[in-house]
């Protein structure tokens, strides 16, 4: 673990098994009110957040935890090449461990696209009482034609075009935290990947939001958590938005995530 101290604004890093996670907080503590965690993308990290987690905070008064997974960022690079159920081991094996370090009270975990999925997997296979809500932005259970003919292409453009130049602005190990997400997607076996499963487990209230646009991912991603969640589901689709609602559609994505929000801590005081 790591002696942490939380400060709106405050940044540095966790010590989590063998691996040094960068972190950034924003708003009150979690002895002081819910906390939202953002898990991010495949390609994402602390930084490419953007202004958004400061927002978030603004905008429902919670505190907001941000932090980079192992491979991403600025924290320590992850073994590659990465196991065919990585996202997982990251709800299973890690996610618990940020949250205790962090003295975790009252959660709402907030992923997105990868993030998404760990903590989908972490709210319907872990009985963590903390975890009062989940907000899911363009998640995955399964794969589909469409998002893998669209890792192939984002693997050209790794490849041949300006993309590495770009993300490495936020990642240290740019190689490591590209390759380390499109090879497991990318892999024959991968396919056949499936965590469907996980949706029939949840029992806290969820928050679906993908834009109409997006090409990693059909409705048929939202339309699966519909159809199977025991708990009550809210969902909002946005229009001329793809794989990012929090940054294509920045108002929109807050106002849904704050009533969402204001909603369930009416139900918690009541």
């Not at 907080?25 to 906390?35: K, L, N, R, V």
């Not at 905008?59 to 941000?66: C, H, K, P, R, S």
């Not at 936020?170 to 996980?198: I, Q, R």
């Amino acid at each position: 673990m790591t002696d942490f101290s939380w400060n709106a604004g405050a940044n540095g890093f966790l010590n989590i098994g063998t691996a040094k996670l960068e972190y950034v907080c924003h708003g009150p503590t979690p002895e002081q009110a819910p906390t939202l965690v953002l898990l991010h993308e495949g390609l994402g990290s602390v930084s490419l957040w953007k202004e958004f987690p400061e927002n978030l905070a603004k905008a429902t008064g919670l505190g907001v935890f941000v932090y980079s997974r192992a491979g991403y960022g600025a924290s320590s690079p992850s073994i590659l090449p990465k196991a065919m159920d990585y996202m997982t081991e990251e709800a299973i094996d890690i996610l618990p461990k940020v949250l205790n370090a962090i003295n975790a009270q009252k959660v709402i975990l907030l992923g997105h696209s990868d993030g998404a999925t760990i903590s989908a997997i972490y709210t319907g296979s872990v009985e963590d009482f903390r975890v009062r809500g989940l907000i899911l932005m363009a998640p995955h259970f399964f794969t589909e034609p469409e998002g893998l003919e669209a890792i192939q292409n984002i693997k050209q453009e790794y490849e041949t075009g300006d993309l590495k130049a770009r993300l490495a602005k936020y990642h240290d190990n740019v190689d490591c935290a590209f390759w380390g997400w499109c090879n497991a997607w990318l892999d024959p076996n991968f396919v056949e990947w499936n965590v469907t499963e996980v949706i029939d487990y949840f029992r806290v209230p969820i928050l679906a939001v993908q834009g109409r646009d997006d090409p990693y991912g059909t409705l048929a991603q939202i339309n699966e958590v519909e159809e199977r969640s025991y708990s009550p589901v809210e969902v909002s689709i946005l229009e001329d938005c793809g794989h990012a609602p929090h940054l294509e559609q920045a108002d929109q994505t807050l106002a849904a995530i704050e009533n969402f929000v204001t909603r369930l801590q009416q139900i918690e005081a009541a």
